[in-house]
């Protein structure tokens, strides 16, 4: 059975797999990621990463970010399924 997409946390040298069907969120709960969430439907921007390489699609139309955070390459994973292997880097704490 494929894993599906792996997923990197840049300079944490964390990764998991994202299995087709499953948020970057949820993949990352289950595979030990451990990023940040509250809402999980797009809204406060808790889990708010950004993606450094690969290709994600929303499950929604409006996902909490601007236009220009879109252009910058946040994405919210709560609400984000991976279509390639992924780089994401997370925001400074
Ligand atoms: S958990 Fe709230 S926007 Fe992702």
Known sequence: MAKGFKITLA????????EP????LRASLRGG???LSSCRN???RA?????????VSYLIEW??????EKAAGW????VA???????LLRPAA
């Open 75 to 78: 994405i919210l994973p709560c």
């Open 47 to 55: 889990c708010r990463c950004q993606l450094q390489a690969g290709e």
């Open 42 to 44: 797009g809204t406060c």
């Open 21 to 24: 069907g499953l948020t970057i």
């Open 63 to 68: 996902p909490g970010l601007s236009a220009e």
């Open 11 to 18: 300079g944490e040298s964390i990764s998991f797999w994202a």
């Open 33 to 35: 990621g451990g990023l």
């Open 81 to 87: 399924q991976a279509h390639s292997d992924l780089i």
